[in-house]
């Protein structure tokens, strides 16, 4: 069994609501979109299924959003997957039309009702909150891949480098509240990897991104030693270092999508310069059935094609933040 499109996108986006209630923070569009991946186009849809179950609330503005109208614990999965789904009972004989005796009643009725039923149980004792526990379990690396996964499409790849920039870590910071900054560097290191990308594989199957969204979140930073051995060493606290959470989602020609979830932290090497340190991961989609072996396909030449995204994306920002116009005294 396997949700429709809707009820995927539905569970997705009460996961992203769930995970934001601690912080109280109501959750824009956007930002749904490029944290679970949900298309920018069924968005405001999906979120409005919510509101109607009751499930979530919305507010317009500024500082509006959507919010869980309940914590996550009083949050059943069943009413989460019937927002999107609709009531989950059989609305017709499993067996169709068949011989003349099965005018009232098939042979699978009973047997259907009741695997109808014991899903809607399981679905029923599982709350959001159970749901994020699994989510954070799988992003902190404690939980593996089951031996009957069935995940489609390109796999992640771990991603990590740091760069340098000739500007202050209070520079960095500012210009980081412009959430444009990252979507025009992940728009440029986009294209930069598909023009590779075409070399190594043919211009057949182009997946250059159509749409970038991004969710930029900022947070302490707490420093360690730079790359180049100077910066803070005792792991406090830095009143200029900053640490930015970047989800986003490119989304392709033929419903195809690349997803990553990055940490970029700050750490001050000198009052004049600092470093940027990235680590997370990055999913770009295969080229298709007509892949050739030395296409993403292949795990080396994914790799490499997702290491050049998060580098191109590191210089991009680095030049837009030293050539940040200077604050007036």
């Known amino acids: 069994m396997t949700l429709s499109k809707r009820g995927d996108y539905v569970v997705r986006s009460a996961l992203a609501l769930a995970r934001a209630y601690p912080s109280g923070e109501a959750r824009k569009i956007r930002e749904v979109v490029a944290e679970m991946g949900v298309p920018q186009t069924f968005a405001s849809q999906i979120l409005a299924d919510l509101v109607r179950a009751g499930i979530a609330t919305s507010k317009a503005g500024k500082d ?22 609709g009531p989950l009972r059989a609305d017709r004989c499993a067996l169709g039309d068949g011989p003349c005796r099965w005018d009232s009643v098939c042979p699978l009725h009973d047997t259907w009702r009741s695997a109808t039923e014991a899903l809607r149980d399981v679905l029923r004792t599982t709350t959001l909150a159970d749901v994020v526990k699994r989510d954070e379990d799988i992003e902190a690396g404690r939980v593996g891949a089951p031996a009957d996964a069935h995940r489609l499409g390109g796999s992640s790849v771990r991603v990590a480098d740091s760069i340098q920039v000739e500007a202050p870590c209070a520079v960095f910071k ?34 250059t991104p159509v749409q970038v969204y991004s969710k930029v979140s900022l947070r302490p930073a707490t420093q360690h030693r730079g790359r180049n051995g100077s910066g803070p060493t005792d792991g406090s606290a830095s009143a200029d270092g900053v640490a930015i959470g970047v989800s986003f989602e490119g989304s392709m020609p033929g419903g195809r999508s690349a997803h990553g979830e990055l940490t970029i932290t700050s750490v001050a090497l000198d009052p004049q310069r600092c470093e940027l ?53």
Do not use: C, H
């Not at 959003?65 to 999107?84: H, I, K, N, Q, T």
């Not at 190594?200 to 997946?207: H, V």
């Open 64 to 85: 509006g959003g959507y919010r869980l109208a309940s914590p996550p614990g009083e949050v059943s999965l069943v009413d989460v997957v019937e927002a999107g789904e």
């Open 174 to 207: 500012s210009a980081a509240r412009q959430e444009q900054i990252v979507v025009d560097a992940l728009t440029a290191a986009f294209g930069e990897v598909e023009e590779l990308r075409s070399r190594i594989s043919g211009a057949a199957q182009p997946w």
């Open 277 to 329: 340190q990235t680590e997370g991961m990055i999913r770009l989609p295969t080229i298709g059935a007509n892949a050739t072996k030395s296409s993403p396909e292949d795990p080396a030449v994914g790799d490499r094609l997702a290491q050049i995204l998060l580098r191109t994306m590191l210089r991009r920002i680095a030049k837009s933040v030293e050539d940040a116009p200077p604050k007036r005294a």
